[in-house]
Antibody
C-alpha cells in the first residue's frame, strides 16, 4: 500500500540544523510531489513547502525562505527536509505528505501523510 | 499570501447532530479548497478536495460546498469517530495555506 515512512525523533540545540527524511513506498516516487507541514504542540497545521521529486523543483512558504531546503534521492525514493538556524519555536511535529494535482483543472491536495517526526529544540 | 479563516474555532455537538463548519479565503480561490480531519496524536486525513469532491473511502455523511471565498464542510449525522479537529486548506496558488482549525467535541 502507499506509505510515507518518516525518520525518528530529533533533539537539537538552538542554532543547529535538522534533516528529516520521508521514504515513499507503494507508488512511483517521482510521479507526485512531497509537501512538508509542521504542527507545534496544541497548534494548527503550518505548510512549509513542496518539492517535485522528478525535477527537484521546490516552493517554500515565505516564512521559511532561506532556512529550509527540500531535496530528494530518487534511487531510494526518499525526500528530505532540512531546517537550519533552529530556535525553540521550531519545536514541532513535522509531517511529509504526498501531493496530487488533478489533470482536469489542476486541483491539488495532499492524500497520503507520514506519521510525523518530532523535532525538539532545546538548550 | 492567501489567508484562511474558519468558524467557529470550536463547537460541541452530540452524536447524530448535523454539523457545519465554515471556511473563508482572503481572496477568491475558485474551488481550490480541501478539508482535512485530524485526531489527537495522528496525522491529518484528507476528507474533501476541490471544495466538494469526496476522497475515496470517506463516509458519505461528509460533504463540502462553496466556491470563491466561502466554503462549508457539513457532517450530516455526527458519529463518535468524527470528534476531531477539521482544517481547510487552499491550493489556489503554489503557496498553500491552512485555516486555523475547528475542534469538534462531545456535548
Amino acid at each position: 500500500q502507499v506509505q510515507l515512512e518518516q525518520s525518528g525523533a530529533e533533539v537539537k540545540k538552538p542554532g543547529a540544523s535538522v534533516k528529516v527524511s520521508c521514504k515513499a513506498s507503494g507508488y512511483t516516487f517521482t510521479s507526485y510531489d512531497i509537501n512538508w507541514v509542521r504542527q507545534a504542540t496544541g497548534q494548527g497545521l503550518e505548510w512549509m513547502g513542496w518539492m517535485n521529486p522528478n525535477s527537484g523543483n521546490t516552493g517554500y512558504a515565505q516564512k521559511f525562505q532561506g532556512r529550509v531546503t527540500m531535496t530528494r534521492n530518487t534511487s531510494i525514493s526518499t525526500a528530505y527536509m532540512e531546517l537550519s538556524s533552529l530556535r525553540s519555536e521550531d519545536t514541532a511535529v513535522y509531517y511529509c505528505a504526498r501531493g496530487i494535482r488533478t489533470t482536469l483543472n489542476s486541483y491539488y491536495y495532499m492524500d497520503v501523510w507520514g506519521k510525523g517526526t518530532t523535532v525538539t529544540v532545546s538548550s | 499570501d492567501i489567508q484562511m479563516t474558519q468558524s467557529p474555532s470550536s463547537l460541541s455537538a452530540s452524536v447524530g447532530d448535523r454539523v457545519t463548519i465554515a471556511c473563508r479565503a482572503s481572496q477568491s480561490i475558485s474551488s481550490y479548497l480541501n478539508w482535512y480531519q485530524q485526531k489527537p496524536g495522528k496525522a491529518p486525513k484528507l476528507l474533501i478536495y476541490a471544495a466538494s469532491s469526496l476522497q475515496s473511502g470517506v463516509p458519505s455523511r461528509f460533504s463540502g460546498s462553496g466556491s470563491g471565498t466561502d466554503f462549508t464542510l457539513t457532517i450530516s449525522s455526527l458519529q463518535p469517530e468524527d470528534f476531531a479537529t477539521y482544517y481547510c486548506q487552499q491550493s489556489y496558488n503554489t503557496l498553500f495555506t491552512f485555516g486555523p482549525g475547528t475542534k469538534v467535541d462531545i456535548k
